[in-house]
């Protein structure tokens, strides 16, 4: 009896480490797919998201860029250069350009 029951506490010791073992390879492949994926995404912006307004000395400079955080920034600055009231921004946050209204909850009657 004791025997068993020992043989039990291993075998689910065992398949308790191996769950948890590929668990974490499939959660380290996942986070490798979301970071090419993300990657991809910048790299494919001009030709995905702004086609038809992107001037071709823009495109170039963006895919002259190497890493994500200059794409990031080229994406920032490729907005605030179409911005057509750029002395509202000096006044509002980022939460306040990102909502669906155009202006903060704070301002809402």
């Known amino acids: 009896m004791n025997r068993k029951r020992t043989v039990l506490i291993l075998t689910t010791c065992f398949l308790s480490s ?7 390879s499939n959660k380290g ?10 990657g991809n995404y910048l790299k494919k912006w001009p030709e995905e998201m702004v086609p038809y307004i992107i001037d071709p ?3 170039k400079a963006f895919k002259g860029l190497k890493t994500d ?3 990031e920034n080229f994406i920032e600055q490729f907005w ?4 057509p009231t750029p002395a ?3 006044g509002c946050t980022t939460d306040c350009r990102n909502s669906p209204s ?3 909850n704070a301002y809402s009657p």
């Open 18 to 24: 191996l769950l948890t073992v590929t668990g974490q």
């Open 29 to 38: 492949k996942e986070q490798a797919r979301q970071k090419e994926e993300s």
């Open 57 to 59: 000395e823009e495109e």
């Open 69 to 71: 955080e200059e794409r």
């Open 80 to 83: 605030l250069r179409r911005d």
């Open 88 to 90: 509202a921004r000096q």
């Open 102 to 104: 155009g202006h903060s």
